[in-house]
T-cell receptor, first 111, second 111 residues
Framework: GIQVEQSPPDLILQEGANSTLRCNFS?????LQWFHQNPWGQLINLFY???GTKQNGRLSATTVATERYSLLYISSSQTTDSGVYFC?????????????FGKGITLSVRP | DVKVTQSSRYLVKRTGEKVFLECVQD?????MFWYRQDPGLGLRLIYF???????EKGDIPEGYSVSREKKERFSLILESASTNQTSMYLC??????????FGQGTRLTVV
């Protein structure tokens, strides 16, 4: 099956710093999503971005499908950005559209 | 807004019990999924369904079954709960090939 690798596995930032989280995938995809897992365990949708660039406030994401990677940018980080960030993809085949997840990136933002 | 609701946030069950985890979505999505999340292992797909009464095994179906009698409801069944099924269970739904949305998660402890 498709492999999804996220890096770095852990990231510690000082409040106000910027960061880039990376997601590499091993095959063509027709769906890529970024999620933030809140302290209670729920996965919050950040971006649905199979290709191109999107921005939402301090967060933005870019997916280069031809080169099989996606980047999540966090600017002016805040302590509330702490948590685990997941990238998940759907392979470009079949109608069943199951999401395959990376292992996640644990972000800690220190005040 | 899409809403995916899991029946319980926290659940404690005894070894050998039959356990039902329920998930309901309100957006007429074809796809529904059950994942479990464990430290160091990320999110792993247990089962998914792409239509009523249709189901497919994911990566770790052993010890689980599912039921989808109505489009909006997808149930995960632990036939005989064991301690190694203690985990966080996450339900999701999506249209075919489109953005997936998750419920709040169920933390199941089997004692």
């Amino acid at each position: 099956g498709i492999q999804v690798e996220q890096s770095p596995p852990d990231l510690i930032l000082q409040e106000g710093a910027n960061s880039t989280l990376r997601c590499n995938f091993s095959d063509s995809v027709n769906n890529l999503q970024w999620f933030h897992q809140n302290p209670w365990g729920q996965l919050i949708n950040l971006f649905y971005i199979p290709s191109g660039t999107k921005q939402n406030g301090r967060l933005s994401a870019t997916t280069v499908a031809t080169e099989r990677y996606s980047l999540l940018y966090i600017s002016s980080s805040q302590t509330t950005d702490s948590g685990v960030y997941f990238c998940a993809v759907t392979r470009r085949s079949g109608a069943n559209s199951k999401l395959t997840f990376g292992k996640g990136i644990t972000l800690s933002v220190r005040p | 807004d899409v809403k995916v609701t899991q029946s319980s946030r926290y659940l404690v069950k005894r070894t050998g019990e039959k356990v039902f985890l329920e998930c309901v979505q309100d957006m007429d999505h074809e796809n529904m999924f059950w994942y479990r999340q464990d430290p160091g292992l990320g999110l792993r797909l247990i089962y998914f369904s792409y239509d009523v009464k249709m189901k497919e095994k994911g990566d770790i179906p052993e010890g689980y079954s599912v039921s989808r009698e109505k489009k909006e409801r997808f149930s995960l069944i632990l036939e005989s709960a064991s301690t190694n099924q203690t985990s966080m269970y996450l339900c999701a739904s999506s249209l075919l090939g489109a953005e997936a949305f998750f419920g709040q998660g169920t933390r199941l402890t089997v004692v």
